[in-house]
C-alpha cells in the first residue's frame, strides 16, 4: 500500500521518521479491546478492522494517506508560536509550548504541505490533536492562511483536516481573530474558484467549527467523529438533562445537514480525488 | 435606584449622604444653610468616583462591563436614531432570536442598519432575551439584515454585547457553529461599511459573529476576549477562584486590545462609567458612528472590503 511507503529522501521532513513502527508492538482498541501489531494497525490506516473505530492520528498520518506515494512538501514548517500577551497560568504558555513540542516533536498544532493526490496538485493542512489539544492560536492560522496562498498561486484545491479542541486560550484575543483571519483568507480561494475541502475529524469543536472546519465547498467527516460547537459537557450543563446518544457525532452533524458526506479512512483520499475531478471538469 | 458594584461601595455612600441632606434641607427649609455642604459632597462624589475609575483592574472593567445600569443594544439605537427605527424580526428559517436584535434606523438623514445582542433589563427580560446568547437563527438573522443593508446600500452598525453564543441542544442541532462561520465569511466581504461597538462583554465566537467590521470600537469599560475570565479560570486553574487573575492574563480590556492592533479605536466613557451618564453616552457613541461612516463611504466598495480582508488576514504573532 502506497500511503505506507517510507518517504523519498529530501522531499519531506524529519519528523516522519519517528512513524517507524518497530515490531512487536500492539495495539487495543479502546471500543472492543480487539488486538492487532501497531503494524498492521497502520496498514489498516489506524481504523480498527473489527469494530471501525477510527483512531485519532495526526498530520503525518494523514499525509501519508493523502499524498501520493506519501511524499510532500511542507510550507512555513518553521513557524512558532510567539507569545504576544505573555501569558502565564500556573504555568508560563512559552513552557507548555516548549514542552508540548519537546513531547509530540511538532511545532504547533497544524502542518500545512502541498504534493500529488492522485496525480492532480492539492494543498493540504492538517492539524495535530497532540499539540496542546490542537488548539487553534496565530501559528495556525498563518499556515492555514499559507496554504490557500499557495494553492491559489498554484492554481490548485485547498484541503483542510480540523481536529481541534477549539481556541488556544493562551493566545486570547489573538486566537479569537484566527476565526477571523482563516474566514478572510479563504474569500481569496473562493474568488479564485478554487475547491476547499474541509475534512472534520475526531474531535472538531469552538472556534475551528465556527470558522474554516463548517465552511468547506464540501464538508467531509470520519465516521463518529465528535463535531460541535459548544463541548458536549456544556451543553449538558446547560440543559441540565443527559444528553441523547449519539449527539455531535459525524451521523448526528449529517442528519442536521451541515455535512455532506461521511467517508471512512480508508476511502478518503479516492473520494476527496473523485470529487475534486468532478469540481475540476464542471 | 441604582445599582453599585463592591468597589463602588464609597460612591454609593456619598450618594447616600448627598440625598440626605438634600432631603433634611427640603424638610427644613434652611438651603441656604446647606448649599455649601452639598457642593462639597458633589465634588467629593466626582473625585471619588474619578479615582476608583481611573485605577480600574481589569477584572473590575469586566464587573462594569456587566453593570446592570448599563445600557444594552435597543437603548443605544433607540436614543442614536432619536425614534427613527423598524425593528426588523427573524432569519426566515426557523424564528426571531430574541438575543440578537436589528433593524433600519436613521441617524439625523443618514440611515443605518443596525444588528446587536439584547440583553434583559430585569429577571424577566433576562430570560425573554435568553441573556444576551443567541442561538444559530440569531446569527443569521442578523447576516440577513446585512444581505439587506447590503442591497440597499446602507452602512452596518453592530453592537456587542454577550456572553457567548448559546450552548444549548437546539443550537447544536441548528449549527451554532456553521451560523457563525458563516457570518465571518459573508461579513468581510460586505460590500457596505461596517462599525461594530462592543458595548459590554464580548466574548469568544458569540461576539465575533457579529464583529468582523471595517472600524471594530470598544466602549472603554468592556471586555472582548476568546473566553471570559470566569471559564479561563476554570479551564486553566481548574477553579473558578482565579478570575481576577485570568482577567488580567487574557488582556481583554480596551486598551490592551487596541495595544495589540486587535480592534480599531476605543470610546471614551462618561465618569463613572456608561451607566453613570447614558444621554453622554449615547451621544459620544452617535458622534463616532457619524464620523466613521462618512470616512468609510469616501472609500470604494472594492476598496474598503480589500483592506478589510487584509486587516483581519494578518491578525496573529509568529515566530519564523
Ligand atoms: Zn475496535
Redesign the interface.
Known amino acids: 500500500m502506497g500511503w505506507f511507503k517510507r518517504i523519498k529522501e529530501g522531499i519531506t521532513t524529519k519528523s516522519t521518521e519517528k512513524k517507524e513502527i518497530p515490531e512487536g508492538m500492539w495495539y487495543k482498541c479502546p471500543k472492543c479491546s480487539h488486538v492487532l501489531t501497531s503494524q498492521e494497525h497502520a496498514l489498516e490506516m489506524w481504523v480498527c478492522p473489527s469494530c471501525d473505530h477510527h483512531e485519532r492520528v495526526g498530520s503525518e498520518e494523514y499525509f501519508q494517506i493523502l499524498f501520493d506515494d506519501g511524499k510532500y512538501r511542507e510550507i512555513?514548517a518553521?513557524?512558532?508560536?510567539?507569545d504576544?500577551?505573555e501569558?502565564?497560568?500556573?504555568k508560563k504558555y512559552t513552557s507548555r509550548v516548549k514542552a508540548s513540542m519537546a513531547k509530540t516533536d511538532l511545532k504547533d498544532a497544524l502542518r500545512t504541505a502541498s504534493g500529488m493526490m492522485e496525480g492532480e496538485k492539492v494543498v493540504v493542512s492538517c492539524m495535530d490533536f497532540s499539540f496542546i489539544g490542537g488548539s487553534m492560536?496565530?501559528?495556525v492560522?498563518?499556515k492555514i492562511?499559507r496554504g490557500i496562498e499557495h494553492a491559489v498561486k498554484n492554481n490548485c484545491p485547498f484541503i483542510c483536516i480540523s481536529k481541534s479542541g477549539g481556541?488556544r486560550?493562551?493566545?486570547?484575543?489573538?486566537?479569537?481573530?484566527?476565526?477571523?483571519?482563516t474566514?478572510?483568507?479563504?474569500?481569496?480561494l473562493s474568488e479564485a474558484g478554487l475547491p476547499y475541502i474541509s475534512i472534520l475529524t475526531d474531535p472538531t469543536t469552538?472556534?475551528v467549527?465556527?470558522?474554516?472546519?463548517?465552511?468547506g465547498d464540501l464538508n467531509i467527516a470520519e465516521p463518529k467523529a465528535l463535531?460541535?460547537?459548544?463541548g458536549p459537557r456544556?451543553?449538558k450543563e446547560?440543559?441540565g438533562k443527559d444528553?441523547p446518544e449519539g449527539?455531535?457525532r459525524s451521523e448526528?452533524v449529517l442528519e442536521?445537514?451541515?455535512l455532506d458526506m461521511i467517508v471512512p479512512r480508508a476511502e478518503l483520499k479516492s473520494k476527496v480525488a473523485m470529487a475534486l475531478k468532478m469540481m475540476k471538469q464542471g | 435606584m441604582a445599582n453599585y458594584l463592591d468597589f463602588e461601595e464609597p460612591i454609593k455612600e456619598l450618594k447616600e449622604q448627598l440625598d440626605k441632606t438634600l432631603e433634611l434641607a427640603e424638610s427644613e427649609k434652611i438651603k441656604g444653610d446647606v448649599s455649601k455642604r452639598v457642593k462639597e459632597l458633589e465634588k467629593l462624589i466626582k473625585t471619588t468616583t474619578k479615582e476608583i475609575y481611573s485605577g480600574l483592574t481589569p477584572w473590575q472593567r469586566v464587573q462594569v462591563s456587566r453593570h446592570p445600569d448599563r445600557p444594552y443594544t435597543l437603548s443605544y439605537i433607540e436614543e442614536v436614531t432619536g425614534g427613527n427605527f423598524i425593528e426588523l424580526h427573524g432569519d426566515r428559517t426557523v424564528k426571531d432570536d430574541k438575543a440578537m436584535v436589528g433593524g433600519m434606523g436613521m441617524i439625523g438623514d443618514q440611515s443605518v442598519m443596525f444588528v446587536g445582542q439584547q440583553k434583559g433589563v430585569n429577571t424577566k427580560m433576562r430570560q425573554f432575551r435568553n441573556f444576551g446568547m443567541a442561538n444559530p437563527e440569531g446569527y443569521r438573522k442578523a447576516l440577513r439584515l446585512m444581505k439587506l443593508a447590503e442591497k440597499f446600500n446602507m452602512p452596518v452598525v453592530t453592537f456587542i454585547d454577550t456572553p457567548g453564543a448559546f450552548p444549548g441542544l437546539e443550537a447544536e442541532e441548528r449549527g451554532q457553529g456553521e451560523a457563525i462561520a458563516r457570518n465571518l465569511f459573508e461579513m468581510i466581504k460586505l460590500k457596505v461599511p461596517i462599525i461594530c461597538v462592543v458595548i459590554g462583554e464580548g466574548a469568544s465566537g458569540g461576539a465575533l459573529g457579529i464583529g468582523l467590521g471595517d472600524k471594530v470600537l470598544m466602549l472603554e469599560n468592556t471586555w472582548y476576549s476568546v473566553i471570559s475570565p470566569e471559564s479561563c479560570s476554570s479551564i486553566l486553574w481548574r477553579s473558578w477562584d482565579h478570575k481576577q487573575e485570568a482577567a488580567s492574563a487574557l488582556k481583554l480590556t480596551s486598551e490592551d486590545m487596541l495595544k495589540n492592533k486587535l480592534i480599531d479605536g476605543i470610546i471614551k466613557e462618561p465618569l463613572g462609567g456608561a451607566h453613570a451618564n447614558s444621554e453622554e453616552m449615547f451621544n459620544t457613541v452617535r458622534e463616532e458612528i457619524l464620523k466613521h461612516i462618512e470616512k468609510l463611504s469616501a472609500l470604494a466598495p472594492e476598496k474598503r472590503v480589500d483592506q478589510r480582508i487584509k486587516k483581519f488576514g494578518s491578525m496573529g504573532v509568529v515566530n519564523s
Not at chain 1, 518553521?78 to 510567539?82: A, I, K
Not at chain 1, 501569558?87 to 500556573?90: E, K, L, R
Not at chain 1, 474566514?183 to 481569496?188: C, P
Request: aromatic fraction near 12%.
Open positions: 512555513a518553521n513557524l512558532t508560536s510567539g504576544p500577551l501569558f502565564a497560568d500556573t492560536g496565530s501559528v492560522g498563518e492562511a481556541a486560550m493562551m493566545e486570547a484575543g489573538f486566537s479569537l481573530m484566527q476565526m477571523a483571519k474566514s478572510a483568507r479563504l474569500t481569496q469552538g472556534g467549527t465556527a470558522s474554516f472546519a463548517m465552511l463535531i460541535g460547537f459548544a456544556v451543553v446547560t440543559i444528553l449527539f455531535q448526528f442536521h445537514g451541515f
